[in-house]
């Protein structure tokens, strides 16, 4: 073992494929053997590896200006042009960008604004957030308590109560039925569940529900038809935020170019977008927040100050020059038109997977897709977490790098660039796996 404590792993693995370079949609170990990334990294390298437009955008930027801050209305031209780019892109009216390093940072500056508005519109109690059981939402003190994996906040001590986070159920239909219910009927119970939460807190302690259009790191949950209609319905109804976790499904992973756009979300009030904003070439975050929201941040009823919100490297002119690149690729190459084709035969290709007398379910929109893995067909009953972890080492064996997510389902998440050659590989890879 090296001495790096490893993210997201258990302290006793040891190093696994230690990953030297990276071409296209592929990836070379330090024995020259190469892998198809399945997962598009961690769910983010839309535009694959070695993009030498985001290489010369950034060794531009570093020459021209390597850092400024962002802080007291200081400002550089790239972070304004991404700013603009992001506000014409996002299905969010007048909306407007706070910038950061990552998802879960842009989370947390969620939760401070959500708490500053509430002070600044007078209702200091409508502050608690909703979010949702196999939420993920990233790992700091804040984002890892809005999260609801055990993992992630087993042996934390994670502060869910004090944050004021309340859970309700998640939109997996096969996983959350109840015998013999209809896929309506579940979604009537269940958002019938968050009225009843509503209800029992009250609506005047709720700022706001949080969600990922399609669930990602817990397993791709596509929640059921009419899910987000009735949820948008009951959160207008009691006067509550809709907060869309855009980390993953954002800039073309779901068919559209917002997962929102793809699942009938309507002008969200927040939306956080991470990974695919710069193709994970920089880290880089935008927390986006609707025009009328932000007007009543400029313009409290009462004064609360300063907004005394900000990271060192927030609007990092690196980060910017590469996600404005990035955002421009997508735009001039029609990079969401064809991976919604991409994604429509991914799944496709996917579909008689679901015969395999292992896989209770094959999932997924786009180019994002889960194999749900069952020791018995007929209950749905699943393996324990291992198993997950042996169909991984296997198609790593054959070439093919997947994730295991939730402890029962196998992810693949390519990169947006993939092409319908490179499917047939996978899935080629996947079988063998
Ligand atoms: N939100 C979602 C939906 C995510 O999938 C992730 C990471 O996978 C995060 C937030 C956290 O992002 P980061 O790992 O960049 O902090």
């Known amino acids: 073992m090296t001495n790096v404590i490893y993210p997201t792993t258990n302290f006793k693995a040891t190093e696994q494929i230690?990953?030297?370079r990276g071409e296209g949609v592929y990836v070379y170990d330090n024995h020259g053997k190469q892998y198809l990334e399945g997962l598009a990294g961690l769910w983010c390298t839309s535009l694959g590896y070695g993009n030498q437009e985001l290489i010369d955008a950034a060794t531009a930027q570093m020459g021209q200006l390597s850092y400024y801050h962002a802080f007291?209305?200081?400002?550089?031209p790239m972070m304004m042009a991404l700013a603009d780019k992001i506000r014409d892109m996002v299905p969010v009216d007048n909306a407007k960008i706070f910038f950061g390093n990552s998802g879960s940072d842009a989370n947390d500056t969620f939760i401070k604004i959500l708490r500053y508005y509430a002070n600044a519109t007078g209702r200091p109690e409508k502050r608690k957030i909703i979010t949702r059981e196999?939420?993920?939402?990233?790992?700091?003190?804040a984002a890892g308590a809005l999260t609801s994996l055990p993992a992630n906040l087993t042996h934390f001590d994670a502060p869910v109560e004090a944050l004021g986070i309340l859970r309700t159920d998640h939109p997996h239909y096969y996983k959350g039925r109840h015998p013999g219910e209809s896929e309506e009927a579940f979604v009537d119970r269940i958002v019938g569940n968050l009225e009843k939460l509503i209800l029992a807190e009250g609506a005047d302690t709720i700022a706001a529900f949080l969600a990922e259009?399609?669930?990602g790191a817990s397993g791709v949950i596509v929640p059921p038809a009419g899910y987000y209609e009735k949820v948008q319905a009951v959160l207008n109804k009691h006067d509550i935020m809709f907060w869309a976790d855009e980390v993953i499904c954002g800039f073309g992973r779901t068919g559209n170019d917002f997962g929102c756009t793809t699942m009938n979300i309507e002008n969200p009030a927040l939306m956080t977008l991470a990974k695919q904003l710069s193709s994970a070439y920089v880290p880089i975050s935008a927390s986006v927040v609707r025009g009328d929201i932000y007007e009543a941040l400029v313009e409290p009823v009462s004064e609360v100050g300063v907004f005394g919100h900000g990271y060192t490297y927030s609007g990092h002119p690196l980060g910017?020059?590469?996600?404005?690149k990035t955002l421009e690729i997508y735009e001039r190459d029609n990079i969401f038109e064809k991976a919604a084709k991409t994604g429509a035969y991914l799944q496709k290709k996917l579909a008689p997977f679901a015969e395999h007398p292992l896989v209770g379910e094959v999932r997924g929109r786009g180019l994002i897709a889960a194999l749900e893995l069952v020791s018995d067909k007929a209950t749905g009953e699943g393996f324990p977490?291992?198993?997950a972890g042996f169909l991984t080492n296997a198609c790593a064996e054959a070439g093919l790098i997947g994730r295991p997510v939730a402890g029962t389902a196998f992810a693949l998440c390519p990169p947006l660039i993939i092409t319908e050659a490179q499917i047939d590989e996978l899935t080629d890879k996947l079988a063998t796996g």
């Open 213 to 215: 259009p399609i669930t």
């Open 134 to 141: 196999r939420g993920y939402h990233g790992v700091t003190v």
């Open 320 to 324: 910017c020059a590469v996600a404005l």
């Open 72 to 76: 007291g209305g200081k400002t550089h």
């Open 18 to 20: 230690v990953v030297e």
């Open 385 to 387: 977490p291992s198993v």
